[in-house]
């Protein structure tokens, strides 16, 4: 538009060239409409085709199915919270796996709230026609991403699967340009993670040359913590040389976090968060557009939708509040339908058993005995009687039970169940045929069923299961008692973390505790509880690292001990990664069909999990990215000085410093799960 360079006098004239110069700059400040990147589906259909390695083993639902129409209530639910100011959402829909379906959007953190609107609205259109009865698919925008899988994914590092867009035009000076990239890029991450707004998002401009100027833009998804943030970027950043080195622009999405750089404004020039440099001039000399000018014409605007957007929080706050009461009121009958909707009748549990045949018999724990059982549809189920010696009241251990059950992950056993009648208390779970890995691990003649690649995805699928626990599930869980014999494996191998007997249940500021009856099983406790009762997230960290080395060398850490003259199994491991022959450990069942750099990946990760100090052992979620992805790396572990001696050592030395410590203590060759305890 050409500005009009004589002054008319007349008012009317002044009137319509004030709204042609608005009509100007809201041109210019407007956003364009949302491009397609590229999408990716559970399948490994369409563009970026490929299979992530986080899908799970049953990715297509049925038409018409109840998955569909979650999912149709999820894309719907997305849309209309896509005016959320911070441009992000996320959500889940249905009650029970397999038809659980999580989503979320997000945003580029400088578009308004129609043009994020538009995109995610088209982003939910596009993705159900691009991958047809897909289970997990991802979209990318220009101005957003949106995703949904039936597995929750929220508030975890996932860098798979991802896609790098480059320019087509090749930049001057690349050896230069790509280290400007890199030094603005990684100051980017560093702001994006600590930001502390909300939106996980930073914007910069470097000059290149005299008339070029480096445009970037960074962002996470707003649910990660700052470390995971900044984990998400530096892989992303890393992935620039395979995708777009040396070029003018290039854009790099994961599924949670995504960097663009280009040399020319793409982004809202006024949603940075640094102060802007003087106005331009373009080659003839002339200013563009005044800045201040920019300011006088769309202040007003902004007061107005923040006056706006203030009220209507406000309205919704006292709404809420009167809400609240009610709720209350709706959780309780809520509870009372969860148990009914759990319960089974004790005679339906004798029919299934066979009257709790010792035929019917597959297991015996500290809880009591396992009994496989079939109901009168078919389906096979696992009956856990647990012993009449709990002290638990009926109506404790029904809410316990209703709290468990609302645990849901592929890597968790799935509860669906509870009986209770007189003394007997029962717990019905799904059945599953390998039973547990202990029986196959540690047997002669059926451990060669666990060739490398089953024992890989043993050990991922027990991690994840752990970092459900711990980070994903409505409840931070502490776990307690985990251990070859409680992961069971269904009929594709895949892990199951089982048995919550001993597990608590943590508030969301606790970081540990200290309990005065050390109950769990010898050769997985960590040191800290072993010896003073003090247990936390890092308590089962531990207990995953002893799991790992006994998955990886197929000996059981309780006896290796007695089998190799006083030397334990944490100390075999130690010497051998020291003296730099680590894959010495490995079961020699294995043969030479396994991936070297995936095992001496497991063994270091292992290694740093069984570190003396919890403070010293990673995160879960730490564990498992490390595990998913070659990019990630962990510190060097150091020599863990708690060896596991004879049994009758440790249970001496526990002893003792119970004594000391007027502590009870329950520590024997099995779990003593007796009753549910998840406090």
Same mark, same amino acid.
């Given at each position: 538009?050409k500005q009009?360079t004589e002054r ?6 002044m009137?319509f060239?004030l709204l ?6 809201l ?6 409409a949302p491009t397609f990147?590229n ?5 490994g259909s369409?563009?970026g085709?490929?299979?992530?390695p986080?899908f ?9 199915s109840?998955?569909?129409?979650n999912?149709?209530s ?6 209309s919270?896509?005016?959320?100011i911070?441009g992000?959402y996320?959500t889940t829909?249905?009650?029970s796996?397999p038809?659980v379906?999580y989503?979320?959007f997000?945003?580029?953190g400088?578009v308004?709230?129609?043009t ?5 609205a088209a ?6 026609h691009?991958?047809p ?7 990318w925008?220009d101005?957003?991403l949106?995703r949904?899988?039936?597995?929750s994914f929220?508030?975890?590092v996932?860098i798979v699967p991802?896609?790098?867009?480059p ?5 001057t000076?690349p050896g230069?340009?790509n280290q400007?990239l ?5 100051e980017l991450?560093s702001r ?11 914007t ?14 960074v ?8 470390a ?8 992303a950043?890393?992935s ?6 040396g ?7 994961v599924p949670t976090c995504?960097l663009?750089f280009?040399m020319?404004?793409f982004?809202?020039i006024n ?5 802007r440099s003087p ?6 000399g002339k ?8 300011i006088a014409?769309t ?5 107005s939708?923040l006056?706006?957007?203030?009220g209507i929080?406000?309205l919704r ?7 609240k009461?009610a709720?209350?009121?709706?959780n309780v009958?809520e ?5 009914q909707s759990?319960q089974f009748?004790?005679s339906i549990i004798e ?7 010792a035929d019917?018999k597959?297991?015996?724990g ?5 009994y ?7 389906l096979e189920i696992a ?9 638990q009241?009926a109506e404790?251990?029904k809410?316990?039970v209703v709290?468990?059950a609302k ?8 509860m669906l169940?509870?009986?209770?009648q007189?003394?007997e ?5 799904e059945?599953l045929p390998n039973?547990?890995?202990?029986n196959i691990?540690?047997?002669?003649e059926?451990?060669?069923q666990l060739y490398?690649s ?7 699928g027990?991690g994840?299961?752990i970092?459900y626990?711990h980070e994903d599930?409505r409840l ?6 985990l251990k070859t014999?409680?992961?069971l494996l ?7 973390i089982?048995d ?11 970081t ?12 997985y406790?960590s ?12 308590s ?7 799991l790992? &080395?006994? =998955? ?7 006896s290796f @001990?007695e $089998?190799h #003259?006083g030397e334990? /199994?944490?100390s075999?491991?130690?010497r051998h990664w020291s003296?730099?022959t ?5 079961d ?8 070297k750099?995936?095992v001496?990946r497991c063994?270091?990760?292992a290694?740093s999990?069984?570190q003396d ?7 879960m ?8 992805? &070659?990019? =990630?790396?962990?510190?060097s572990?150091r020599?863990p000085s @708690?060896f $596991?001696? #004879?049994?009758?050592? /440790?249970?001496?030395e526990?002893?003792?410093q119970s004594a000391?410590n007027?502590?009870?203590s329950s520590?024997n060759e099995?779990?003593?799960?007796e009753?549910?305890h998840?406090r």
């Open positions: 538009m009009r008319d006098s007349s008012s009317v004239s009137n060239e042609c110069l608005l009509g100007f700059l041109t210019l400040t407007s956003e364009a990147y999408h990716y589906c559970g399948s369409g563009s085709s490929g299979r992530s986080n799970t083993s049953n990715p297509t639902y049925q038409s018409n109840t998955y569909q129409t999912l149709n999820l894309l719907a639910s997305l849309i919270n896509a005016t959320n911070n992000f996320n829909t249905g009650q796996p038809d379906v989503g979320l997000l945003c580029r400088d308004n709230t129609s994020c609107q538009e995109c995610v982003a939910a259109e596009d993705i159900v691009r991958c009865l897909e289970k997990e698919a991802y979209i925008y101005m957003c949106l949904y899988s039936n597995r929220f508030s975890r996932e991802g896609t790098g867009i320019d087509r035009m090749n930049v000076e230069r340009f400007l890199a030094a603005t890029l990684n991450a994006a993670a600590s930001d502390y707004s909300g939106k996980k998002f930073a910069e401009e470097k000059e290149f040359t005299s008339n070029q100027t480096l445009y970037t833009l962002q996470c998804t707003p649910d990660l913590s700052e995971g943030c900044s984990v998400c970027l530096q892989s950043i890393g620039l040389p395979q995708c777009c080195s070029v003018q622009g290039g854009t790099v999405f995504f663009r280009e020319y404004p982004y809202g949603t940075t968060d640094r102060e106005p331009a001039t373009n080659s003839k200013r563009k557009v005044s800045s201040q000018l920019i014409i202040t007003p605007a902004v007061v939708l006056l706006l957007v203030f929080h406000f706050r006292r709404k809420a509040k009167e809400k009461s709720a209350e009121e709706e009958a509870m009372i339908t969860d148990i759990l009748d004790f029919a299934a058993t066979n009257n709790f045949s019917n597959i297991g015996r500290g809880f009591g005995d396992v496989k059982g079939k109901l009168y549809n078919g009956v856990k009687r647990l012993s009449r010696s709990s002290g009241g404790e251990f809410n316990e709290l468990i645990l849901q992950h592929r890597n968790l056993v799935r169940g509870f009986c209770v007189g003394e208390k029962i717990l019905i779970y059945y039973k547990s890995l202990d691990l540690f047997d002669p059926e451990q060669g490398w089953r024992r890989f995805k043993i050990i991922l027990i994840r299961g970092l626990l599930s931070r869980i502490i776990h307690r008692d014999s409680n992961i269904d009929k594709d191998m895949n892990a199951k089982s919550f007997g001993l597990a608590r249940i943590f508030g969301a500021d606790k540990h505790e200290i309990t005065r009856r050390i109950a769990g099983t010898l050769g406790m040191p800290e509880y072993a010896l003073r009762g003090r247990f936390s997230v890092k089962d960290v531990f207990s995953f690292g002893v790992i &080395l006994e =998955i990886i060398s197929g000996k059981k850490n309780s @001990y $089998l #003259s334990s /199994l944490m075999y491991a130690w003296e730099g680590p894959l010495e450990i490995l020699p069942t294995l043969g030479n069909s396994y991936s750099p995936e001496t063994i270091c990760i290694l999990c069984v100090d919890p403070a010293d052992r990673p995160t979620a730490l564990v498992v990215l490390t595990l998913s992805s &070659l990019q =990630i790396t962990i510190p572990p020599r @708690y $596991l001696g #004879s049994s009758t050592d /440790l249970r001496r526990v002893s003792d000391r007027s502590m009870p520590v099995v779990s003593v799960t009753s549910l998840p």
